[in-house]
């Protein structure tokens, strides 16, 4: 798998379980896939591509 296929997949995988727990009937369900989508977002932020930081010009 691919860094950004890797990265991605979390993505998509976070909004699903923000998009459960936003429709859980239950504050304890809807708990549990909000620390699902966290622990994505965070899969997500390690498995993507580092990035540059924009330097100014002189």
Do not use: C, N, W
């Not at 994505?40 to 580092?50: C, F, L, R, S, T």
């Amino acid at each position: 798998m691919t860094q950004d296929f890797e990265a991605e997949y979390y993505r998509k995988r976070e909004a699903a379980e923000r998009d459960l727990a936003a429709s859980a009937s239950d504050a304890g369900i809807s708990r549990i896939h909000l620390q699902m989508a966290d622990m994505y977002a965070d899969k997500a932020e390690q498995a993507a591509p580092p990035r540059l930081a924009a330097v100014a010009p002189h």
